[in-house]
């Protein structure tokens, strides 16, 4: 039987209990270390009557529900910390049983009803400030988010509404059979942190919303967060965009389908292709939209071993479908050679990747009797059938192949010292950080894959608690990098090696297995914290020792 460890006394199995920890700890100390729940509760009052946990201690709980990584819904989090250590992550008192379906829809509709973008705003830039990552560059970007509801896709939007309209658009996720809503973000450089959000509807447009964001946003974010430089894709590279852009520096994409562009790639993608290895780029002083602007022309040797494979796909589906098209004309009896002409010319309209050369039009007998015709008979009629001889210009698949190898990177900041044009394809490349973060919200791990709340004002808050969950995440991985590398310091690597950059789903991973041992409902232990484990909370800081102590 067991004793307690200090008196001797016996104790029975009912005397203890296990909670687990895991790397929620973490999460709850980051929340902690930018002050969510404090400001949430300044600006969202609770209701004494109505409340037992305040709005800010409801939106924690989502937050770790949406980290915990547990394919729960959020309908489901009271299940998911029925086993937590709730008092230790969410604040003293706290109970699993008052994080209910009610505690969660009234936060909810408060998140909704105070303003989402202006909360979610004021949370993004105190967390910035707090850890230090003002100034600099920003990038912006939106992804579409399915539903499984209906909600109010049924009912043509209301003018004036501020609520979203969920219905089918462009699918992100290759599901236009789905209802669906977009998610706009404008994220630090450095860490990934959404200093922005904004829900828009499912059918809602890149290019007005890139604009409307301009206009409504980025003077505030200048002054609230030092942003110096927007980044974007090809939607931000608009005349109307550009022209409303001009008090900030860009850095954006160059549509593709832009005649101007296709020039540029035309005329200097051979010179730059010499080398097929090795990338090189050049710099073309331009004016678009009545705005001088660098545009940097870039060759991608990964870019065209992307589109060796594709083109020739394409080429082949396209090359195939035009032999079945020939044959079926070379097949074809015509009555006059007239009709027979005006196939051909139509059919030559058709063809993008083969020229017929040398068309022929032939006589040809044709007789009602089975077998070989008499030496005198007279044929029943007289057909006539094409035959030609097929070419194909090669010239157009390289041609191909050189407009997708090469892209165009624009910027108004004219100044090559300031922007030299290595930074500048840098700068561009790190859009990926927004797209992971977008790939971090979409992990079917995500508590938000499909959305399970009841009305369009909720979904819309959903929305923010997803945010909230990906700022949490990226300032957790930026502060573990930063104190490894500040302190010169390794973590445990997947491959049993070490790094100084490991990422926060790696760390969460190997924090599985913590656990809380409750003896007596009054004595607590920590179980199965290692010395690597140990190590990191020590150089993350004292509110990360207290959570796992």
Not at 16 to 43: F, N, R
Not at 154 to 181: A, F, M, W
Not at 331 to 345: H, I, K, W, Y
Request: charged share 25%; proline share 4%.
């Amino acid at each position: 039987m067991s004793v307690h460890v200090e008196t001797g006394t016996p104790l029975h199995p009912n005397h203890y209990e296990t909670k687990t920890l895991d790397h929620l700890g973490l999460v709850s100390a980051m929340i902690d270390e930018l002050g969510l729940v404090e400001q949430i509760d300044a600006l969202l009052p609770k209701d004494e009557e109505k409340q037992t946990i305040s709005h800010g201690q409801a939106v924690k709980a989502m937050i770790l529900n949406g980290l915990g990584f547990a394919h729960r819904a959020l309908y489901l989090t009271p299940l998911f910390f029925r086993d937590k250590p709730v008092d230790r992550l969410i604040g003293e008192g706290v109970t699993a049983d008052q994080i209910n379906d009610d505690a969660l829809g009234r936060a909810l509709d408060a998140v909704y009803n105070y303003g989402i973008d202006s909360l979610y705003g004021q949370l993004a830039v105190k967390s910035v400030h707090t850890l230090g990552l003002t100034g600099g560059i920003y990038h912006m970007d939106s992804s579409s988010f399915h539903t499984d509801g209906r909600y109010n896709s049924e009912c043509p939007p209301q003018e004036g509404s501020d609520i979203i309209h969920v219905t089918k658009g462009y699918s992100r996720d290759h599901r236009p059979d789905l209802n669906q809503v977009v998610l706009q973000l404008i994220c630090e450089n450095k860490s990934g942190i959404p200093v922005l959000m904004q829900p828009l509807s499912g059918n809602s447009n890149d290019k007005i919303n890139f604009r409307d964001t301009v206009t409504k946003h980025i003077a505030q974010l200048k002054k609230d967060v030092g942003l110096e430089y927007l980044v974007a894709d090809s939607a931000f590279y608009t005349r109307e965009t550009l022209e409303l852009s001009q008090d900030l520096f860009w850095i954006s994409r160059v549509p593709e389908t832009l005649s101007l562009a296709l020039y540029f790639i035309e005329s200097h993608a051979p010179s730059l292709m010499v080398d097929f290895n090795q990338m090189s780029m050049i710099d073309l002083p331009c004016q678009y939209g009545d705005i001088d602007q660098r545009w940097l022309l870039v060759y991608s040797p990964e870019a065209r071993q992307r589109s060796l494979k594709t083109c020739k796909k394409q080429f082949q589906k396209v090359s195939d479908k035009e032999m079945r098209n020939i044959n079926a004309l070379f097949r074809q009896e015509f009555a006059c050679q007239a009709d027979a002409e005006q196939s051909v010319e139509k059919l030559q309209k058709q063809l993008k990747l083969t020229e017929l050369t040398d068309i022929e039009y032939k006589e040809v007998a044709r007789y009602s009797k089975k077998g070989r015709p008499a030496k005198n008979a007279k044929p029943d009629k007289i057909v006539i059938q094409v035959s030609a001889i097929l070419s194909s210009d090669s010239s157009l698949f390289q041609k191909k192949i050189q407009q997708k190898s090469c892209f165009i990177i624009a910027t108004n900041q004219l100044d090559s010292n300031e922007l030299p044009n290595s930074k500048l394809l840098k700068i561009y490349k790190e859009q990926q950080k927004v797209e992971r973060g977008f790939r971090f919200l979409k992990d079917p791990l995500f508590m938000a894959t499909t959305f399970f709340v009841k009305s369009e004002e909720r979904l819309m808050a959903i929305t923010m608690i997803m945010t909230l969950c990906l700022m949490i995440y990226a300032a957790l991985e930026h502060r573990i990098r930063q104190a490894l590398s500040q302190f010169d310091e390794f973590f445990p690597d997947q491959v049993g090696g070490l790094t100084n950059k490991p990422t926060a789903r790696w760390v969460f991973l190997y924090f599985k297995g913590i656990h809380v041992l409750v003896i007596r409902k009054c004595e607590e232990m920590i179980l199965n914290l290692n010395e690597h484990q140990k190590k990191l909370l020590l150089l993350l800081g004292k509110r990360y020792i207290d959570v796992y102590s």
